[in-house]
Every structure is written in structure tokens, then in C-alpha cells.
């Protein structure tokens, strides 16, 4: 079994946090991961991508080839529209609807919704509000990372709460708490979705 | 029982490199090398074995103190951005005249398809120049070992040996095993041909002609490493030469395995017997290389040799840019994988400065001030202020390398240019600018040199800048006149202070430095959640 993965984001909106819980859930059941990352210059504020490549057996690429992605999970709209070349014809798209924009030419909300609801499969959620009103806005991504867990097969969702409480836990239980919240909350919408 | 932990590809070298019984790391930081210098600067091994591991100020101090650390009999790694190589090349040509007495590694990380650099240059072209064999890893595991063996082999033919990683060997994540055997450091023991450290030409002369002995043997030793090898494949119509990562696009595309016999090389000088082998079995034969096309280019004969080499010079392989699995599926003649169409509605999102950086507040003043100056000529240099070329800035006119902006101010002056005016940052300055403000000083140049201080080297994360807290001393031991010598706050409630100081220093006709100080947000957060 293997899922390839591609993470998206702007610069900053912290996509490698949703590649660390899985990364950790991964080495503890044994998978085999590849995961390229991007550092430097393309932090500050551009468009930023991770991909992450999950299997029971060993990965040669580091990077996906188009047409190869499972998933596309994204921080930003636009962003996960970005990289529909390297979604597979079965492949889902989960994504964040909050929108960031920092440059001046940002197109139509409309026009991003449209390529989206254009998408066989896809999940779209405002997970910047759906973290604050649970009272965790650091939590945005792990409402992300939950989203994702109900087509993330090759990981059980417990698998993955687990890697949350080993990540967060030198932070305190009630970050752990906070986080668990919002990743169940993700993990209950997209369920419904789906 | 080894442990597994997932790590990038640099902090598998630099794990590799701790084990292996390393006494110092050398480095500036410099995208995709950066978190090699910085694992260990965190692992608590290095502290408990008091492992040299603060930043240097540029790649050639941090060459020469990994030579010197080398003739003292220990292991040193000297870590860099493949242009850093340009940098220190005087120690690292000097390097293999000399030889390696302890074990001695140049880990040279490359850029290709520029993510975060002005240029695509392939160092193991700088193997192949100073004479020098290259370890260039395919996998995360195999970097942790081949760096171990890059010490060892270092010892054992008393020469440095530089290690070739690539963006996505560096900024990639896998499973390594690791910690089954940590060796001891070496103890100090000076080198048994002294005369060899002493480049006089008279000793150089002796030591080249061995040197040209010693490159052919370390071909027949490439010939029978265990990281290169030739696999035989039941279809000769194409025999495929796959180097470093470029093997692993090549299985990617293959999961039942490669029906062609390939050559995966990963320590060079290129294994020509090995070459010749293959090619007796394939008439046509395709080079797989991520970067430049070094061993196409050796192939490639002038004499008609009736076997068919394809590869980036015939673009077979793009040109130029990083190797994809596309891109070698392509090559390999293979269907692209069924996609979904580009979206049409995607703006391009480019990187900038971050919101409430103090660059932003010092171009602000500084184009303010150069609105009344019809040729001012602005001198960039490298660091997140090159950013200030992009809008809404385009303060900048160019960009070349380390150091630039000070000495291309200069010769621009002496042509006619009015106001000519640097920019650079604080860590870019202790690296390279400093001798060209000497020459300023020395020559009376009529420039304004703007340090754009945030008290950290920030493009590459935050590391540590060599001459905080002392710029203004190590301009004025320099020799600029102290009254030339001003510091400004970039905050935009002080616009009108730093016009004034950046209009009266253009006004001067000589050598003047602007320093705007301010802390990098980014650190200034870090050092914030850290109370």
C-alpha cells in the first residue's frame, strides 16, 4: 500500500507541522517516507509545497510525478488548485477555504470555489474558523490534518492522535487536548462529506 | 540496536559525520546546506565531545580552519551552498596539494533549478578540477554511511574527498538507521610529509605528479566501490548511466524493476571500466545526472565511436533544471501518467519580504530619497534584501554575488555614477564586503554603503551574524571616517530622520556608512516565545 501526498501552503501558515504528526505516526508503524521540503527563500511568503510519500514498501523518488498524488491537502484555496496536475484521476483534494492573500492580483473568491466544486472529490472547509470557535486558533492545522485522516488509509486516524500527543506532549495536555479537539473536528466533517 | 529516526539528508550527513568521530564543523550557512552545521550545532553528542560547530565567517575561512583541523590529524567537515564553493575554491584547490591528514569532507550541497540561488553550478565539475574524488549519495540511509566511508577513504589516501548533495537529497525527509557503531575522534598527530603542506613550487611540483598518480587510482577505486555498480537488464536496446539521486527517478518509474542494465554511479572519478562494460552489451546508452551534464560531456567523443549517447546535451533531459520523475520518464520514452488539467483561475506567488521588516521600512526611506537623484545606481547584494528588487520596491539594480554591492558601487563611482550607492546585509558584510570597503577607504571612493543590520543572517533562518554588535568599530577600523559612520533606526515613524541621513551621506563625496538596525522579526518572535 502507499498514499503520496501533496502538503500546500503559503510560506509561514506552517504546512511541515501536518507533515511532522504524520511523519512520527509513519515511523511508528513502520513506513517507509519520503518527504521533500522546502526551505529558504520560498519561506518568505510564497507559494510553498511539501511532498510526502507514505508506503508499506520501500520509495525510491523523493518527489511525486504528476498525475501520482492521492491527495492534495492544502492551508489555502488557490494554493491547492496550484498543483491539480499532480492529483491522481482518483485523487482527493483537501483544503482550507480561508484565503491568504498577500499579493495584489489574487483572483475571484468565486473563481477559486468554481475549480474547486469543479473536483470530483474534494473537501473544503474554513479550518482557520473552525479552530477558533473550538477555542484553539493555533489549531487550524491539525482541523487540516483530520480533514485529511478520512481518506488517509494507509494511517488510522488513532494512529495519527497519537502521533499528536507525542508531538505536542512537551507542551503541556492541554495543548494536546486542543489539538485532539481540533483534529476530531476535521475528522467529523470530512466523514460527513465524504 | 540502531536507532530510526526520520532526517533530512543533511542531518543524515551530519549524524553520519558525528559518528564517523568528527572533532569540527566549518560552515556558513547557505540554503540547501544550512541544517547539516545546525544538527550538530544541537546534538548533544557534539557538546559532550566539544565539537567545533560556530559559524565561520565566509567558505574560505571555514575551508582553511577544516585544513588546519586536518593537519592537526583530526576529522573535519566543512559544509556549504554549492556557490560557496566559488568562495573557499583557493583552500579547496589548495587542499588537494596538500592532502588530508585527519579525515577531511567538503559537503557541497547544490541548487539545481535555483530554488533558492542565483545559479545552477555543479560541483563535482570542482572534483574533476582539483583532482579530488566526489561522493554523491542516492538515499537519506546511504548519506549517514557514505560519509563514514568518505572519512575513512579521506585517511586512507590522504586526500579530501567532497561529498555532492542536491536540493532534494538535502530538503528531504526519510527513515535512516543510525548509532550501531559512534567511533572516537583521533587523537592529535601531525602529518608524516610535512614538506606536502608547504606549497612551494619546489614541493608542489613533486606532489602534483603523485596527485596524477593517486586520481588514477582513485578510479579503479570508484571502479569497485560498493556505491557504484552495474546491473544487467534483459533489453540492450538502451544501457542507462543513473548518478546520485538520479537512480532513484529512474526505479521510481520502473516498480517492477529496470528492464535495461543500469550504472549507478555515486562516487566518482566516473568509473570508466565500469562505462565500458555496458557499453559493450548497449549500443545506445543515457545519461541520467542531476545537475550540469558531467559524465555525458566525458562520454561524448569526437570520434565516432558507433554508440549513441543521450542526455541533457541532445535534450533527451531538459537542459537545464532539476531532474523530476517526469522529466525521466520522458527520457526513459514512457507515457505520462494520466493528470488533471492546470487550473486557470492560479496567480503566481512569489516570495517577499515579511510584513514589518525592517528592510521594507529602509527601502521605503531610501527610494524616497533617490526620487531627486535622476542616475543613482543601487548595488544589491545577497540576502532576504534582494527582495527589495520585487515590487513595490525596485530598489535594487543588481545582484551578483557575496560581497558585490560594495565593489561594483566602487567601479561604478570611478565611471561616473552619482549617487552610487550600496546595500547589504549585516552577515553578507562580514563575509565579503569588508575588503571591499577597504578598497573604498583606499581608493576614495564616492559611495554610500547602506548595512541593512537585522542582527542575524536571515535569508537561511537565523543563524548567528559574525560581527554583531561591532559593525560600527570594524568600519571605522577600516577607516571610514567616523562622522560618515551613522546608524538609523528603519521604523516608520522615523522616515523623515532617515531621509535626512541617507540624503546627507549621498551629499558627501567620499565613503559613508548607513547602518539601519533592527531585528529580524522572525528571530525577534523566536527570542519573544522563548521568554
Known sequence: ?194 | MADKNLLLGDEALALGALHAGLSGVFAYPGTPSTEITEFIQLHPLAAQRKVHRDWSSNEKTAMEGALGMSYAGKRALVCMKHVGMNVCADPFMGSAMTGANGGLVIAACDDPSMHSSQNEQDSRFYGAFAMMPVFEPSSQQETYEMVRAAFDYSEKRGIPVLMRLTTRMAHSRAVVESGTSVREQNELKYPDNPRQWVTLPVNARVRNRQLIKDYAAFEEDAATSRFNFLRDGADKSLGIIACGIAYNYLMENFPEGCPYPVLKVSQYPFPRPLARQLAASCQTLLVLEEGQPLVEERLKGVFDTGITVHGRLDETVPRDGELTPDAVRAALGLPALEQHPASEVVAPRPPALCQGCGHRDFFTALNQVLKDYEGARVFGDIGCYTLGWMPPFHSLHTCVEMGASVTMAIGSAYSGTYPAVAVIGDSTFTHSGMTGLLDAVNGKADITVCISDNLTTGMTGGQDSAGTGRLEAICEGLGVEKEHIRTIVPLPKNYPEMEQVIREEIEYHGVSVIISRRECIQTLRRHASKK
Request: charged residues 20%; aromatic residues 6%; proline residues 5%.
Open chain 1, 1 to 194: 500500500m502507499k498514499q503520496d501526498i501533496i502538503l500546500a501552503g503559503v510560506g509561514g501558515q506552517g504546512i511541515l507541522s501536518i507533515a511532522t504528526v504524520i511523519g512520527s505516526a509513519a515511523l511508528e508503524q513502520g513506513l517507509y517516507l519520503k518527504q521533500a521540503e522546502v526551505h529558504g527563500m520560498s519561506q518568505r511568503g510564497g507559494d510553498v509545497q511539501s511532498n510526502l510519500r507514505l508506503s508499506s514498501d520501500p520509495i525510491y523518488s523523493d518527489l511525486i510525478p504528476k498525475g501520482g498524488a492521492d491527495l492534495i491537502v492544502s492551508l489555502e484555496p488557490m494554493e491547492a488548485l496550484r498543483y491539480l496536475p499532480y492529483l491522481s484521476r482518483e485523487g482527493w483534494v483537501i483544503t482550507n477555504t480561508a484565503p491568504f492573500v498577500n499579493i495584489p492580483d489574487y483572483p475571484e473568491m468565486d473563481k477559486v470555489m468554481a475549480g474547486l466544486d469543479s473536483l470530483p472529490r474534494v473537501v473544503a472547509l474554513d479550518v482557520d474558523t473552525m479552530a477558533k470557535d473550538l477555542g484553539s486558533p493555533r489549531g487550524a492545522n491539525m482541523v487540516l490534518l483530520g480533514a485529511m485522516a478520512a481518506v488517509l488509509h494507509i494511517l488510522e486516524p488513532e494512529k495519527l492522535r497519537e502521533g499528536i500527543r507525542r508531538i505536542f506532549a512537551r507542551k503541556g495536555d492541554a495543548v494536546v487536548a486542543s489539538n485532539i479537539k481540533a483534529f476530531d473536528a476535521g475528522l467529523a466533517f470530512s466523514q460527513n462529506r465524504k
